[in-house]
């Protein structure tokens, strides 16, 4: 069978999106059980000093990159002479990344008056010099849709800097345990790449041109991107005290982290996924519109849920000493759910080579979000900054909409009305869970807030889910939505379950 008929590439997207799922949502779990761990040891300054390391070395990390994975799944005839361009590529950028992580430390001590930047960034620079290293022929598994190795590669990483972390903070109790765990996951994942893709270096530009002319804008745009997202930490760090810094970093990532657990897996599937059927564009375009039903179907709940539940959630397992990050995520996990409809345009981007229009869509929203951001800081503070996110965020809601509408012809109402089953679900599950916590006594007591969170994430996920299926069912079972895939893997489990039975009675 031609493995690039419908059928076959939708079962490899599926299986790989069901194995990422299972990696990620461990991996989701891991880093918000070493947050949770780090929280009640250190302090939220703690947490602001390192985000400020973290937030130079993920600036300087989207600058310099060149897409070098993507462009060798781009390539379905990638050479050899290709691998090693990628890696000579790759471990150059990692040396001069870490040369720029150790220098920007010093002028980071000076403009935040604060010596220890210099140490810590110091350290963080071992991530990229690391990660350079890595054997180029590990992308072959992603390539080829073999997402279960992916998978289980990727869990021995968090596994790593999860035990690294909290052991590291036992026995120091200061910032270096976050430190720690970083570089700890990138020697796992570097060891990991050439145990299961064996690579012997050799150095060669031969195929740089090839490699660069897909990357050039990929890398043009991250550095927009970098720039208009991280600008609120480099602001924050300056014009925020460190300690609600440091609370405002932990309320975003835990709200990035609960949205994006599982809609991750199902975005890195879909650019290999659409690029085997991008000569297709009735089946790209259908294809697209299931992976925007689906993430949204999947987004929605978490990013609203986790606001309805923020303060017991928060007082549950960070502790009383991050009432800030209740506050933030409250703001910022129902934008990141929002958003999860337009997950698929980097992958549909990717796919179709389209990289300049992600260029442009990225200078849009960074000439609008950079001065609403900076606005909202200096004149609110805080509240002003979160304000500022909310509005980004729609704004660039409404840019994806239309480069989507430009790529492959889906108006911004075609796009909107796959999304409506999950919208009156997610306003009965909102609905819902304000009256159970109505009716719920205000306490901070632990075993008070563990019984109003259980109650109000199981009611809501009742709701949301039964909502969902019966609009599915009264629509007419419409093929656009994560319930037809659900029902056919069900279907699928239950002919299996049958047949075993079968010839276990003959």
């Known amino acids: 069978m031609d493995d690039t008929n419908t059928g076959s590439i939708t079962k490899h997207a599926v299986k790989g999106a069901t194995w990422l799922l299972t990696g990620v949502l461990y991996g989701r779990v891991a880093n918000l059980l070493m947050t949770i761990v780090l929280a009640r040891i250190l302090t939220p300054k703690d947490f602001g000093l390192v985000a400020l390391a973290t937030t130079l070395l993920a600036m300087l990390t989207a600058i310099t990159d060149l897409s070098l994975s993507n462009a060798l799944i781009h390539q379905q005839d990638a ?17 001069l990344l870490a040369g720029f992580m150790v220098a920007g430390g010093f ?10 930047l210099i140490a810590v960034t110091a350290g963080l620079a071992t991530r990229p010099l690391l990660s350079g290293l890595s054997s180029p022929y590990y992308v072959t598994y992603a390539k080829n849709l073999r997402f279960g190795i992916v998978a289980r590669t990727e869990a021995l990483n968090y596994t790593a800097q999860l035990a690294v972390s909290i052991a590291v903070a036992f026995l120091t109790r200061d910032y270096w345990a976050i430190v720690a765990g970083g570089v700890a996951a990138s020697v796992v994942n570097l060891v990991s790449a050439h145990w299961l893709a064996p690579y012997r270096p050799r150095f060669t530009f031969s195929s740089w041109r090839k490699i660069i002319n897909f990357s050039m804008w990929m890398t043009l745009t991250q550095s927009i991107i970098i720039i208009s997202n991280r600008f609120d930490n480099f602001m924050g760090g300056a014009l925020l005290s460190l300690s609600n810094f440091g609370a405002y970093s932990v309320g975003n990532n835990v709200s990035s982290m609960a949205t994006q657990s599982a809609t991750l897996p199902l975005e890195r599937v879909l650019f290999p996924s659409f690029a085997r059927i991008v000569n297709d564009a009735p089946r790209l375009r259908t294809a697209f519109q299931k992976a925007q039903a689906t993430l949204f179907a999947a987004g929605l709940p978490l990013g609203v849920g986790l606001a309805l539940v923020a303060e017991p959630f928060v007082y549950l397992s960070l502790g009383p000493h991050w009432l800030v990050a209740i506050t933030v995520i409250r703001f910022l996990a129902p934008i990141f759910g929002f958003q999860m409809v337009f997950g698929p345009v980097y992958a549909l981007a990717f796919a179709l080579g389209a990289t300049k229009a992600l260029f442009h869509r990225s200078v849009i929203i960074m000439v609008v979000r950079v001065p609403m951001i900076f606005a909202g800081l200096y004149f609110y503070g805080l509240y002003g900054l979160l304000v500022a996110r909310v509005a980004s965020g729609v704004l660039e809601s409404a840019v994806n909409m239309y480069m989507v509408n430009s790529l492959i012809g889906i108006s911004p109402w075609e796009q909107l009305r796959v999304t409506w089953r999950s919208l009156l679900s997610g306003i ?29 994430v199981l009611s809501g996920a009742i709701v949301y889910c039964g909502l969902h299926l019966i609009l599915w069912q009264v629509s007419g079972r419409p093929a656009l939505g994560l319930e037809t895939e ?5 279907r699928r489990l239950w002919g299996r379950f049958h047949a075993r039975q079968g010839v276990a009675v003959e």
Do not use: C, K, N, Q
């Open 428 to 456: 009965g599950m909102t609905a819902v869970v304000v009256a159970v916590g109505w009716m719920l006594p205000a306490s901070h007591e632990f075993g008070m807030s563990a019984l109003s969170l259980a109650s109000m």
């Open 486 to 490: 659900i029902v056919g893997y069900v």
């Open 107 to 116: 002028v980071m001590a000076r403009l935040y008056g604060d010596p220890r």
């Open 79 to 95: 050479r050899e002479d290709d691998y090693d361009t990628a890696f000579t590529l790759g471990a150059l950028r990692g040396v």
